[in-house]
Each structure stands twice: as structure tokens, then as C-alpha cells.
């Protein structure tokens, strides 16, 4: 018989004791009611280039929405409660940064030089935030600083006024650091986050959306890399009315090395959404892209759409990204679109691949067969499914608490 602590591990590390892989939406299984997409060697080519769409700081360049527009197409637009449309006058919630002594921690004015090193708006609602916002707040990482702790920015909201908020978080030459950004409350909140990572840098961002029920809120985070330097952005999605996320790597030196993961449980009238872009534009860099995400009661609604561009100069690239998501219960909805454009047909390698499934029975029964309870079953396979990116934010006290919040998501759905 089986105990509960090696089915943990089983559905964690995705085979059984046999060796035989049982792990849901794993690569190469073939489950009942999977919709897979897979490109390895033919990637699929966008109809409209990333590297050709419109930035701009001003709102004016971006027309109105109508929800017909490719990068807005899953959006409900009405659920947005007029962070597309109206005045950002809120003021938005409260930040407060914990951090050691040699991190630097200043707000600044709107006309701060350092904002839009990193970024520059690609939709309106990122536009619409940039004017209007009147400070921002700047977290400096000194050059060659390696910190023993994180950076904690608490990010709390207490009202749903429409309002814009900037972060800068800029890591020094050879540093190494990471910084969290918690995010709860109640909030309408257009977001933008800036990331400069400097050469020889080795930083990670976990941004955590545990908002109340009804927050709204999308945000732009967007990173600038540096030569021969390491990024790694974590996002963990669990709680709001609707989360849309666009988080962006835009390689600035040869040598860089990215890395993107995404957890998001999504309940009853939830809808989470990310897009990710990563922008190859300098030879000899690596990207690697993991999301995964678990749905469950009606009308839970997932979107993840990944871009990777590779461009004409990076030469050497070698790039992948993968979306896995679980559906448990029906009426949910899962939708991922992974895109792959390349220049150049001189790169160690590129791919991509998605898959949608539900549970499969023959899971369950290789546990049930072995003594364990179906409702203990499920959880395992839920949490092991989830678990590879709760291990990456890579702090243990915040990876714990990462896991007690899935347990309480698969508990409220009596799994």
C-alpha cells in the first residue's frame, strides 16, 4: 500500500513507483479529453509581428478599446471598471517597502528621469497609467550589493477608485536580490512596474496578486536585462475580480538568461489573464517560460498568451515556453495561445507547447489502488501539478505560504 507521503511525491515528481509517468498534462502523455499544442520545429508565426506593435507614453496614440483587438480579444472590458476609459484619480494603494540598509527606497516625481528606462507602454490601459500617475516609487539595489533577505513591497489597497501606480526597481551591476511584490485589498489599479537589471546581475521578482474578491487590476511589468545578467520573474495569481497581467524580458547585452514562471488558481467568476512577451533582440541569450494554472467552479476563466520574438541579431538564442492548465470542474475555462516568431534561422533552439486537460481516471485509480482516499488523491495531484513553480520563488517561509493557499483553494472547492 501506498502512504500518503510517497503519493505526494509521486504526483509531484510526475511517475510512479514503476516508472511510469502519471503526471496530468505532463509532455508526451496522452490523457483522456486533453487538447494538446506542441510546435518544436514548425513554430507558429503571429499575423501581426510584436516587434511592430505600438508603444507609446501617450494616451492619445492608443484608440479607444472595442474588445475586437487581438491583445484584448479575452478581455471582458466591462469588468475593467473604467481603468480603459476613465481618469486614473485615485490614489491608489498604499506601498511599503522592507529591506535591508544598503537598499535605497525613494518617491519620486512623475518627471524622474529613471522612469521609462525599462518600459514604455504597448497597450492603453499601461498608457492611460503612465499620465497619469504623479509619483512613483523607486527600490535601487546598489551595484555589487548581494542581500541576505528579500525585498518586501507591501502593496494594499482600501478603496476602488480608478487609479495609476509606478514602480522602478533597478538592481545594480552584479548584484544579486529578490524583491516581492504583495498585492492585497480592494483596488482598481493600472499598474506599471519597471525592472532594469544590470549587467552581471542576478535578480528575482515574485509578484503575488492575493487581492479581495472584487480588486481589479492590470499591470505591466516589464524588465530590461543586461549583459551576461539572470532574471527570473515569478507570478502567483489567486485572488481579484480580474487580474491581467503583461509581463515582458526585453534582453540588453549578449549572455542574458531569463526565466519566467506563473502559478493561478482561478475559482467561480474569476478571471485571471497573463501575457508574456519575451524580446530576443541581441545574440547568445536563453529564455525558458513555465506557467501552469488549476480552474475550478463555473465561469472560472483563464487566459495565458505567450510571445517569444526572436529578431534578425540574436544569433544564438535558445528559447522555450510552456502553459499546462488543469480544469477540475465544469464550466470553467481555460484558454492558452503560445507564439513564436523568428528572424533568424541561425539559434541553438526554440519551441513551445500548451495543454488543457482534466483529471484522468486512470490517475485516480493508480492511487485509490493503492489506499488512497479519492478526495486525498485529487489534492495530491493538484498540488503536486502546482508545486515545481511554488519551488521556484525560492523563499522557503513565502513558498509555504504559496502552499497553505493553494490547500485553501482545493479546499473550497471540496477537492
Known amino acids: 500500500m501506498t502512504d500518503v507521503k510517497t503519493a505526494e511525491k509521486i504526483a509531484i515528481d510526475g511517475f510512479t513507483e514503476e516508472g511510469e509517468n502519471l503526471s496530468p498534462l505532463n509532455e508526451g502523455s496522452e490523457q483522456l479529453g486533453m487538447k494538446k499544442h506542441s510546435h518544436g520545429d514548425a513554430p507558429v508565426i503571429p499575423e501581426a509581428s510584436r516587434g511592430e506593435r505600438k508603444t507609446s507614453y501617450k494616451l492619445a496614440d492608443f484608440a479607444p478599446l472595442t ?22 484619480t485615485g490614489t491608489g494603494p498604499a506601498i511599503e517597502v522592507t529591506a535591508a540598509d544598503a537598499v535605497t527606497v525613494e518617491t519620486v516625481g512623475a518627471d524622474d528621469a529613471r522612469r521609462g528606462c525599462a518600459s514604455v507602454p504597448d497597450d492603453r490601459v499601461a498608457a492611460a497609467a503612465w499620465e497619469a500617475v504623479k509619483e512613483a ?9 548581494e542581500l541576505d533577505s528579500e525585498v518586501t513591497v507591501a502593496i494594499t489597497g482600501t478603496d476602488q477608485a ?33 525592472v532594469l537589471v544590470g549587467d552581471g546581475a542576478d535578480l528575482t521578482v515574485v509578484s503575488i496578486q492575493e487581492w479581495d474578491d472584487d480588486a481589479v487590476h492590470a499591470s505591466s511589468q516589464q524588465a530590461k536585462v543586461g549583459r551576461d545578467a539572470h532574471y527570473k520573474h515569478v507570478a502567483v495569481n489567486l485572488g481579484g475580480d480580474l487580474v491581467r497581467l503583461t509581463p515582458s524580458s526585453r534582453f540588453d547585452g549578449p549572455g542574458g538568461d531569463v526565466e519566467m ?21 541581441v545574440p547568445n541569450c536563453k529564455s525558458r517560460v513555465t506557467y501552469k494554472g488549476a480552474l475550478q467552479g463555473r465561469d472560472a476563466h483563464t487566459v495565458w498568451v505567450g510571445d517569444v520574438l526572436i529578431r534578425k541579431e540574436a544569433e544564438g538564442t535558445d528559447s522555450y515556453e510552456t502553459n499546462r492548465n488543469l480544469v477540475l470542474t465544469e464550466g470553467a475555462r481555460a484558454d492558452s495561445v503560445p507564439n513564436l516568431e523568428i528572424e533568424t534561422g541561425l539559434i541553438e533552439g526554440a519551441g513551445h ?13 493508480y492511487f485509490m489502488a493503492r489506499g488512497i482516499p ?16 511554488i519551488q521556484q520563488i525560492g523563499v522557503p517561509a513565502l513558498e509555504e505560504r504559496m502552499s497553505e493557499a493553494v490547500e485553501r483553494e482545493l479546499a473550497a472547492g471540496n477537492y
Open 67 to 88: 474588445g475586437r483587438e487581438e491583445d484584448w480579444r479575452f478581455t471582458p472590458l466591462k469588468r475593467l471598471r473604467g481603468l480603459h476609459t476613465d481618469e486614473l
Open 137 to 145: 516609487t523607486v527600490i535601487t539595489i546598489p551595484a555589487e550589493t
Open 162 to 194: 480608478a487609479a495609476a501606480q509606478h514602480l522602478i526597481i533597478d538592481a545594480g551591476k552584479f548584484s544579486r536580490a529578490v524583491v516581492v511584490l504583495e498585492h492585497q485589498g480592494t483596488t482598481t489599479l493600472a499598474q506599471n512596474v519597471e
Open 261 to 281: 514562471y506563473g502559478l493561478y488558481f482561478a475559482d467561480a467568476g474569476q478571471h485571471f489573464e497573463q501575457r508574456l512577451l519575451v524580446d530576443h533582440g
Open 353 to 365: 507547447a500548451s495543454a488543457t486537460g482534466r483529471f484522468d481516471d486512470e490517475q485516480l485509480f
Open 374 to 389: 479519492e478526495d486525498v488523491a485529487r489534492r495530491l495531484v493538484v498540488r503536486g501539478f502546482l508545486n515545481e513553480i
